[in-house]
């Protein structure tokens, strides 16, 4: 068989620092997770056997597709609350989704010329705000407070007769913080403003239901379930009210004109296999992640003088940390410790490694920013990775700090 380059980059690395010996322990689940064993077994038809396009319409290899493209949009409506599969709109990702959910409401211009969205958004929510200001738009960022929460009160006060559209997240990718969404989701439905929401971090995690929190438009991602990197979904609310779009690109007119080019049918079959299975999932695995997540913290705690937690303590997912470790650099840390996959909290989860804009806009010291982690539990982690990550931790932020 005809061999396909090195298959195994991330061993050889490994070996070439030395770590393979040491078992690695993932806990940045919020940069991405592993794919469902499950689900790579539902993908797998149709990379080769089920190969068609869900747009040929004249023979069986169009239609297998196109029916395992509509009962994937079937499992994704079904865990948002959506009622209509068909307000399901496959996108490459949650980027991609928020994108088109901004730029496409705003140059639609249906409503007003104005967007509000908050400080602790994703950049691809306020790259794309930002760049609506070169097209004559108006934006306006809000502040959050130290706690990381946005006040409706805020949202309301911020709304003009210009309002096109409120954006706020679900669930924050760095500090786990959860938005008061049924707040300002109902505020939004009775002023007539579209409300979008990046539920990246939060499908499959929290409950979230389009129609009870007055979602107008939601984006979504497979790689933060435990689906593949490359799909996720905008849905678009089409009635009561109905959400218009201009969309970003053009071409065969798929997914209802509003997103055209061929159909990705096994990344959008196995992303509806991981949504289904995150949502039969949730609860049992909110409940497991929170008590790894409270002991981990809690061992810290007890452990080590100094540590603060960024964010608020309650309304966060249930797999998030995100720790400052007093006097110690978080970088420091992560260098002392290669065999557990975290994330420093002062570098955002962009290409570019620009300090993070979240923690700053909890007002933050440099300080504290700088010796901040992000923990992200997950599902394949166990109480014994968690006590030994704990204890880890906790060996070198006192022998960094001197005391050992
Ligand atoms: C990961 C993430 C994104 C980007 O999603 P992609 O599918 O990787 O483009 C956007 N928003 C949030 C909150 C995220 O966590």
Not at 60 to 66: L, S
Not at 219 to 231: F, M
Request: glycine letters at 8%.
């Amino acid at each position: 068989m005809q061999d396909c380059g090195d298959a195994r980059p991330q061993q050889r690395l490994g070996e070439k620092r030395g770590l393979v010996t040491r078992r690695s322990i993932y806990l940045d689940h919020h940069a991405t997770t592993p794919v469902d064993e499950r689900v790579l077994a539902a993908m797998q038809p149709f990379f080769a056997r089920d190969f068609g396009n869900a747009a040929s319409r004249t023979h069986v290899f169009g239609w297998r597709a196109a029916a395992a493209v509509e009962a994937a949009r079937e499992q994704v409506a079904a865990a948002v609350g959506a009622p209509r599969a068909r307000d399901i709109v496959f996108t490459s990702g949650a980027t991609e989704s928020n994108n088109l959910a901004i730029l496409g409401a705003l140059r639609s211009r249906r409503r007003g010329d104005r967007v509000v969205t908050v400080a602790t958004e994703h950049r691809a929510v306020l790259d794309p705000c930002r760049a609506l200001t070169a097209e004559g738009f108006s934006i306006e960022v809000l502040p959050v407070a130290s706690d990381g929460l946005i006040d409706p009160d805020a949202v309301r006060r911020a709304l003009t007769p210009q309002t096109a559209l409120v954006s706020v997240m679900a669930a924050n990718n760095e500090i786990g913080v959860l938005q008061p969404l049924a707040e300002i989701g109902a505020l939004c439905r009775e002023r007539g403003v579209w409300f979008h929401s990046d539920a990246a971090q939060a499908v499959g995690k929290i409950p979230l239901d389009v129609e009870t929190l007055h979602i107008d438009l939601l984006s979504l991602t497979a790689h933060k379930l435990y689906g593949p990197k490359g799909v996720g979904a905008l849905y678009v609310r089409s009635r009561a009210p109905r959400v218009q779009l201009t969309p970003l690109f053009y071409g065969g007119g798929h997914e209802r004109g509003l997103r055209s080019g061929t159909l990705p049918v096994p990344l959008i079959v196995g992303f509806g296999c991981a949504v289904e299975i995150a949502a039969a999932e949730r609860e049992r695995e909110a409940v497991r992640l929170s008590q790894l997540r409270d002991r981990l913290s809690q061992t810290l705690d007890r452990e080590l003088p100094e540590v603060h937690l960024n964010g608020h303590a309650e309304s966060r997912l249930p797999g998030n940390l995100n720790l400052s470790f007093d006097g110690v650099k978080a970088d420091a840390i992560l260098a002392e410790l290669p065999h557990l996959a975290l994330s420093a909290g002062s570098a955002c989860t962009s290409a570019s490694a620009e300090p993070s804009h979240v923690l700053a806009a909890l007002g933050l010291s440099p300080e504290r920013r700088e010796s901040a982690l992000r923990i992200g539990l997950g599902r394949s982690n166990t109480l014994e990775e968690i006590d030994l990550a704990a204890a880890e931790l906790v060996r070198v932020v006192r022998a960094l700090r001197g005391h050992s």
